[in-house]
């Protein structure tokens, strides 16, 4: 596709249960991104991915989330055990390399209730 | 890590007019980008901007490296420009490339 794909667009999951969010970069972009956004706030680091290596993991908040990038290409952010606390907007962003524009998907909008 | 600082936190400009706005940022870093989120949550890329100064429209964008800070300039405002403006530099530290983002600094323009 032209842009960076994310999906489920919308997720409400329970207290407690596991879910997976996906992300489709931009064709031939090596370097992957997730952030959280909480209403009103800012951008906050999860992971970085370099083809389907993750050099930097340290923004992962517990050891409930992790992610993966297969192919260089598409990424899942899963996330076990919901809780409130999780409810935000998560969203990826790519670039070809690290040294060049970056590039948001929509987000995906996550509610635990 | 380095620190970004946005400056103002918050702004409000009635249509028409025109405004800067600064990023701050700590240590030498490799690469600045400035992005527009607009009030429905879509964040646009509108500058990748490491040095120098580049244009697009009614936006203009300027980094000094060697004194660390970027201005975004919005001339002739208009409504649509309202939302969150954030920049976010980019350098290597332990091995890695990081990205860091600044806070945001909200626009509001008033018809």
């Known amino acids: 596709g032209a842009g960076v794909s994310q999906s489920p667009s919308n997720k409400v999951t329970e207290k407690g249960k596991d879910v997976e969010l996906r992300c489709d970069p931009i064709s031939g972009h090596t370097a992957l991104y997730w952030y959280r956004q909480s209403l009103g706030q800012g951008l906050e680091f999860l992971i970085y991915f370099q083809g389907n290596s993750a050099p930097d993991k340290s923004g992962l908040p517990s050891d409930r989330f992790s992610a993966e990038r297969t192919g260089g290409s598409v990424s899942t952010l899963t996330i076990q055990r919901t809780q409130q606390e999780d409810s935000a907007v998560y969203l990826c962003?790519?670039?070809?390399?690290?040294?060049?524009?970056?590039?948001f998907g929509n987000g995906t909008r996550l509610t635990v209730t | 890590g380095i620190q970004v600082e946005q400056s103002p936190p918050d702004l409000i400009l009635q249509e028409g007019a025109n405004s800067t706005l600064r990023c701050n940022f700590s240590d030498s870093v490799n690469n600045l980008q400035w992005f527009h989120q607009n009030p429905w949550g879509q964040l646009i890329n509108l500058f990748y901007?490491?040095?120098g100064t580049k244009q697009n429209g009614r936006l203009s964008a300027t980094t000094v490296a060697t004194e660390r800070y970027s201005l975004l300039y919005i001339s002739s405002s208009q409504t649509t420009d309202s939302g969150v403006y954030f920049c976010a530099v980019g350098y290597y530290a332990g091995g890695s490339e990081k990205l860091v983002f600044g806070k945001g600094m909200k626009l509001t323009v008033n018809p």
């Open positions: 962003a790519s670039s070809l390399v690290f040294s060049s524009p970056l590039h």
């Open positions: 901007i490491p040095s």
